[in-house]
């Protein structure tokens, strides 16, 4: 938008030195400030096209990570809350077509079972009861698991043969429809006793760091749930209503909802009859290690530093409340 014409302007007069320097200068200046007027305007522009191309390309990397559509085979759309993802269906029924909604987080057994596993909640000892039924290794680098999304990503594609596939991967590859027709189910957990499980396992153990520490106390890690958004939680704590979507307008529509209070083995066994897969002893994964509600009071009303007795409980009570609701739970029962 400049052209600059350094030959440009008023004749230089003759005669007079101190009138020829005084005009040489005053062009001399004219002609460095333009430069540099043009070479910042460039550099600018550059800046701005850079940021520019910077923004959509962040915009465009949040939009295919968060915000996924797509029409394929019977899919109405997929999106993602972060991070629990979900997929909008257009199941086909008898009298024509349903739109459910599914946790992104839950894995196909086979072609008739669709389960929502939930850290905490007895996932370990069934794995450990799929590897048993199907041969699979129990422990190390072949064990089988589909996880959970990590806090803002995608869940991990696991596509294990025909037996063990995630949801995630079941609508990429086209398998939406196996989704509509599968029994599903997922387990849930007095919520005061599954705060305290996960303290225990992984907090005290030091095998997961909280806000950057590795020794909070009871009282502190319970605090700072309480300061958490539910979508951004580890996994291992997360509301059931968060990964398995068990609540709100978006909610999966579930067959079978187990309470774990009223004994795994049994209703994995019905589970398992459900999908026609074959039914054996299963030996937990883990020891339980539910704590009585004699116990569960000490834990919560006596845990050292606490402000009050009902601090922890009414910090629990409030994060999940959902869940609370979904298996009719108080702190003073034991289901």
């Known amino acids: 938008w400049l052209k600059l014409e350094l030959s440009s302007g008023p004749e230089i007069p003759h005669g007079n030195p101190f009138i020829f320097r005084v005009i040489f200068m005053a062009r001399s200046c004219c002609a460095v400030w333009l430069t540099l007027a043009v070479a910042l305007q460039s550099c ?4 701005a096209s850079r940021l520019g191309r910077t923004l959509l390309e962040k915009r465009s990397d949040i939009a295919s990570r968060f915000n996924q559509t797509s029409e394929v085979d019977g899919i109405e759309g997929t999106e993602t809350q972060l991070p629990s993802i979900y997929h909008n269906l257009k199941c086909k029924t008898g009298s024509g077509h349903e739109k459910r909604f599914y946790s992104g987080n839950m894995v196909m057994l086979g072609d008739k079972g669709l389960w929502c596993p939930n850290a905490k909640i007895g996932t370990s000892t069934v794995y450990k009861y799929l590897a048993q039924i199907k041969g699979w290794p129990e422990e190390g680098s072949g064990q089988r698991r589909c996880y959970p999304a990590p806090e803002g990503s995608k869940a991990t594609p696991c596509w294990f043969d025909e037996e063990m596939r995630s949801a995630q991967e079941m609508v990429t590859r086209g398998h939406a429809q196996e989704m509509c027709d599968a029994f599903t189910f997922t387990f849930i957990r007095n919520p005061w006793d599954r705060v305290r499980s996960a303290y225990m396992g992984k907090i005290a153990t030091g095998k997961i760091s909280v806000d ?23 996994y291992h704590w997360r509301p059931v209503s968060q990964t398995c979507l068990t609540s709100g307008r978006k909610a999966t529509k579930y067959d079978q909802i187990f309470k774990l209070e009223h004994g795994l083995n049994g209703q994995l066994r019905s589970a398992m009859k459900s999908i026609d897969w074959e039914v054996q002893h299963i030996t937990a994964a883990n020891q339980r290690t539910d704590p009585s509600v004699e116990e569960r009071m000490q834990n919560f009303t006596k845990a050292e530093g606490i402000k009050n007795k009902n601090e922890l409980v009414d910090i629990v009570a409030k994060v999940y409340a959902d869940d609370i609701k979904l298996g009719d739970y108080t702190f003073e029962k034991y289901d």
Not at 217 to 234: H, I, K, W
């Open 44 to 47: 600018s522009v550059a800046s």
């Open 212 to 234: 950057g520490r590795t020794d909070m106390s009871f009282a502190e890690f319970v605090r700072f749930l309480g300061t958490q958004d539910p979508a951004e939680m580890n």
